[in-house]
């Protein structure tokens, strides 16, 4: 059965960036693509970016283009999410999903807390 | 990029039927049978209900249906019971490992 255990939660003051772990256990970990999913406060779900572990190759969505950065250590069967320059608007819990052109199984989720 | 529309709220009364509607453009549904559902109870992590408009993955109760239709996705909520209660959200892969989910419905059981 996949597993997708993320890092615990963080609070951030305004600026600074967030690293977000997800390791996987419990599949082939390069057969799969992660996505990073997240919700706000009061809000929906929101499809942030995917990364192909087997290359590296990264898709982002546009309204995060340049302050996600997505990445894989196949040695740890890790995905990592770091988000810069946050804002209280970043105020989040952040998901990360196998990704097999949808999400089958999902991580615990992280609260990243920006505030100042 | 925006997000499929979605009814905020809708009701019923257990043992009866829903459905929620997430419409969205042609570029949305129109090339791709990729369009899934999720349930999400707060304080959990969402749970796949439905995959490639229809398919149910393996234990999902077949109370939950998913179809579509020109510009729209449908997901149907058969026997509804009270622990059906949580919000649900469609997603659409859009192509080039880009998705876009529904803004989210709020099922209430009566």
């Known amino acids: 059965q996949p597993q997708l255990v993320q890092s615990g939660g963080e609070v951030k003051k305004p600026g600074a960036s967030v690293k977000v772990s997800c390791k996987a256990s419990?599949?082939?970990?390069?057969?799969?693509?992660i996505s990073w999913i997240r919700q706000a406060p009061g809000q929906g779900l929101e499809w942030m970016a995917w990364?192909?572990?087997?290359?590296?190759?990264?898709s982002y969505a546009q309204k995060f283009q340049g302050r996600v950065t997505l990445a894989r250590d196949e040695s740890t069967t890790s995905v990592y999410m770091e988000l810069k320059n946050l804002t209280s608007d970043d105020t989040a819990v952040y998901y990360c999903?196998?990704?097999?052109?949808?999400?089958?199984?999902w991580g615990q989720g992280t609260l990243v807390t920006v505030s100042s | 990029q925006s997000a499929l529309s979605q009814p905020a709220s809708v009701s019923g009364s257990p043992g009866q039927s829903i459905t929620i509607s997430c419409t969205g453009g042609s570029s949305n549904f129109g090339t791709y049978d990729l369009v899934s559902w999720y349930q999400h109870h707060p304080g959990s992590a969402p749970k796949i209900l439905i995959r490639?408009?229809?398919k149910r993955p393996s234990g999902i109760s077949p109370r939950f249906s998913g179809s579509r239709s020109a510009n729209a996705a449908f997901l149907t909520i058969s026997g509804l019971q009270t622990d059906d209660e949580a919000d649900y959200y469609c997603c659409s892969y859009e192509g080039q490992n880009i998705y876009v989910f529904g803004s989210g419905t709020k099922v209430n059981v009566l």
């Open positions: 419990g599949y082939v970990f390069n057969k799969f693509g």
């Open positions: 990364i192909s572990v087997y290359t590296g190759n990264t």
């Open positions: 999903a196998r990704d097999v052109n949808w999400f089958d199984s």
């Open positions: 490639e408009v229809r």
